[in-house]
């Protein structure tokens, strides 16, 4: 959690955007999440494959999130994040004239593991320790909450 | 929205194959929706990175649907717009003997931003102009809906 | 349903790697389902194009799956399919140093066709059907369940 998939056309980032993208969107969930968590894969899509409105785009980046360790309660808390995210995407693609769209997938809490261990819930000791140490443990059992 | 995402065998696509069906996808939904949200990406994938049922295939067309703006409210509605999806991929992929598989999700209409913007509400005159221009504009204040 | 998608390091899976845990991932599935439904695909991602924590990775597995034919009911199942995926990864990660994560998403039945055929529903005859010739083949009407 969270994972992000960047279509984006060949060549607009260089292998330091990259770093320096990746960064700037581990950095939006490391106040609350363990650094980790955070995974980001980036993929150039050639413009005879990718296609915006039926027609092929060389201008055009296309991101895809999934959010597993938290879900945002309200719309107030969902138009933030986005906003958030907005701000971290801009000097990557807005500044430099490409295109873009960004959606984000909420999927189960319960349904997800990590090199082995079902992470620790939010806000747990656990989920506290893996955070400091950036890395997952062992973890004590799990009430089942719902 | 809508965001599909096809696995496909190395070389049964041509250039012009992927132009026409990403063509056929976009005007499933331009009666409704501007065309810019209608996003493809074709993936070629090898034989032997890509298995149905444990097995290596070379004859199997994968198709992974996010959906975004609408969600479809009702089963009819659902099983008549995979029907409509299926009668698009045909000459793409029955005719020419391909197997193939598609499903769809379904994603939050909250959590989605098109070049800096929160898209318009469905039925909204900032949608429609949307649609008419074909290209993202300043929208006005979305009123929280729930 | 369900799909696998397999973001990995350059150069860590040979192919019978990728054989080998296809067929064991379609065996957690095939005592219920039909082999078919079962699709893995593989993906080799650079170590500049894959970021973990901020991080280039070149010992990370990535998973991915979305679930269609069936969803989980109780956290107890969950709990206990996770358990035994990640039995089924352990000797393609863990007993090599590899790092990993797996999450699991669970999407429509309604919104989902395989060669044109609307899966039959969990337990009909229909589905046993497809289960023991392990193809698709016409399926009767389903009556709509909700």
Known sequence: MPLWKIYHPVGV???????????AI????????????VGVVFQEVAADSFFIGGEPTGDFVRIWVDHI???????EIRA????????VLAPYVRDRGL??????????????????YRPPLPGTE????????NRPS??????VTA
């Open 80 to 87: 933030k994040f986005i906003e958030m995210v907005d701000a």
């Open 26 to 37: 581990t950095a939006i969930y490391a106040r609350n999440l363990p650094k980790f968590y």
């Open 126 to 133: 656990d989920e506290k320790r893996w955070r400091a140490e």
């Open 99 to 116: 295109r873009w769209e960004c959606h984000i997938d909420e999927t189960s809490y319960e349904l997800w593991s990590i090199h082995g």
């Open 69 to 75: 360790a938290r879900t945002m309660p309200t719309p």
């Open 13 to 23: 980032f260089s292998r330091e955007d990259k770093q320096g993208l990746s960064e």
């Open 138 to 143: 062992p973890v004590g059992p799990r009430e």
